[in-house]
């Protein structure tokens, strides 16, 4: 029984009805189990789905936790257990199978939640969506004069050269307004200046976005041409780490196994198979193989060793990185949103999380507020290698400074760094992809699945499509191809490869000197 349904006993425990699948298309899928590295939202999707369908299934997770990077860390604090979430995960789809699997997993307990996320800017909340009125009453006379003005010389003055982001949105809406509104958040993000980032990624970020259309939409609505934002969300009622556990107990309910805190450390390869797969100082034999590890790793694992162009593409892949500084203060919330985004360039947070907002039975004192502090960064710099206990100094400093929180309220404060967070796309991005795919397909047992098992940007619902359309391939005999998943499909298949990628020269970082597995 998972620790939520220990503390909650009207959540439904009831385990899910094996509806078992005659004849699967795979021969011996019956027989073998198959293995499952990685516990996160695409692994346990698969898990659970085999599972379900009375096949033998085994999950190998290296944490202790099951999640990935959509795990909910969990402290005991004042009152109780207090829960914080990662990155922040808003469970919103198109994909219906997706959505019905949801209500599946969840039961009674998946809340619906209203969406509020501001701008922090110059020590005021702005509307985001921007507002007209907001936005003239928090800028004021004298900065709405200036930035109009600096938006007016940018269109009569020679535009000249274009070749970075800094260029190519000041030339369009002003030098004063890029300062104020892009430089800041843009230059967290990535890591790097503006003006060593791409023009032609800000045309495709910014596309169809003018200085008129954007006022346009805060004074008169949107109309229809620019995107809205949804109103509303899904959420468990403990964090999405609740799904992910109620997902493994599910699996070992159904006659699964979900192995916690067991690294695979090789895949054997002959005649284009996986015949074993080394964990936990066990051998086990598959039948197939679904992992949503991140192809660095598993390029790294296999034995033989791939050919050295695939090894040398697998170790030019890269990651955008993050952590997450928590922390639990006394007296009410700093404020109501479920994040805000911090553009003020004295400070290095990025994003800041009210995770109250998200669930209320996340902070179990009334009297506390509970906040995450992200900042973004690379594994192994000087941030990311930071003393936890320093990082709480940090972000204690920046609410100070932000005017948000003062330092006597801190009750208890720690420090999550989450690798491999974001991948990267850069110039080479497209052929080392090619490149690991084309020896992955050479291999008639394994499927990658996952926004790391694909080094894709994919979302919790996405990445657990990828590992449904691998369920479907091995029991229903479909032919998916798993790289072609993505709700989001314009984004990764209409759009040049060179377009996607925000960088001038992309950096070189620390993780990269690192062995492909270890």
Not at 185 to 206: F, L, M
Request: proline share 7%; net charge negative.
């Amino acid at each position: 029984m998972s620790e939520v349904q220990k503390n909650n006993p009207n959540v439904d425990s009831t385990p899910p009805q094996i509806i078992p699948v005659e004849n699967p298309a795979t021969p011996g899928l019956s027989d073998q189990p198959t293995l499952i590295i990685g516990a996160g939202p695409a692994g346990l999707t698969a898990g659970y789905l085999l599972a379900k369908q009375g096949l033998p299934v085994i999950v190998f997770e290296a944490e202790d936790q099951v999640g990935g990077i959509a795990k909910t860390e969990v402290r005991d604090g004042p009152g109780g257990q207090y829960r914080f979430d990662l990155g922040g995960h808003r469970f919103f789809t198109k994909v219906k199978e997706v959505d019905d699997l949801w209500h599946e997993i969840m039961r009674e307990e998946f809340l619906k939640r209203p969406r509020m996320s501001r701008i922090y800017w110059n020590k005021k909340f702005l509307d985001y969506p921007l507002r007209g009125p907001d936005v003239i009453k928090k800028l004021g006379p004298v900065e709405l004069t200036r930035a109009t003005l600096s938006y007016f010389w940018a269109q009569i003055k020679p535009k000249g050269r274009e070749d970075t982001f800094e260029q190519w949105v000041s030339n369009r809406f002003g030098k004063r307004l890029f300062d104020l509104f892009f430089r800041s958040y843009t230059e967290k993000v990535w890591g790097v200046p503006t003006s060593e980032i791409r023009a032609e990624w800000a045309a495709q970020r910014i596309k169809g976005l003018s200085f008129f259309s954007a006022a346009k939409a805060a004074f008169f609505g949107n109309k229809g041409n620019i995107k809205t934002l949804i109103g509303e969300f899904h959420y468990p009622r403990f964090g999405p780490g609740q799904m992910w556990e109620q997902m493994t107990e599910d699996i070992e309910n159904l006659g699964g196994q979900v192995l916690m805190s067991t690294p695979v450390e090789k895949l054997e390869m002959t005649d284009g198979r996986v015949r074993k797969l080394h964990a936990g100082g066990q051998v086990y034999e598959p039948n197939q193989v679904i992992s949503s590890l991140p192809l660095r790793n598993v390029v790294g694992m296999a034995d033989p060793h791939p050919s050295p162009e695939v090894v040398a593409a697998a170790k030019g892949l890269r990651y955008r990185d993050f952590l997450t500084v928590s922390l639990v203060l006394d007296g009410q919330d700093l404020f109501p949103d479920n994040w805000i985004y911090i553009h003020e360039p004295d400070v290095m947070v990025g994003r800041i999380q009210n995770f109250r907002s998200w669930s209320p039975w996340m902070v179990p004192d009334p009297d506390k507020a509970c906040v995450g502090l992200e900042y973004f960064c690379f594994a192994g710099d000087e941030l990311w290698e930071t003393d936890d206990e320093e990082l709480v100094q940090l972000a204690m400093r920046e609410l100070e400074q932000l005017r948000l929180a003062k330092p006597e309220m801190l009750e208890f404060g720690f420090a999550t760094r989450v690798p491999k967070a974001y991948p990267m796309y850069d110039m080479d991005y497209a052929d080392r992809i090619k490149a690991i795919r084309g020896w992955l397909d050479g291999i008639e047992n394994l499927q990658q699945v996952g926004r790391n098992g694909l080094h894709r940007y994919n979302n919790s619902d996405h990445s657990m499509l990828t590992a449904m359309r691998a369920v479907d391939n091995l029991v229903k005999g479909t032919d998916h191809d798993i790289w072609a998943v993505n709700a989001e499909s314009v984004y990764h298949e209409e759009e040049k490869q060179d377009q996607q990628q925000p960088y001038i020269v992309t950096p070189e970082t620390r993780a990269q000197e690192k062995p492909l597995h270890e």
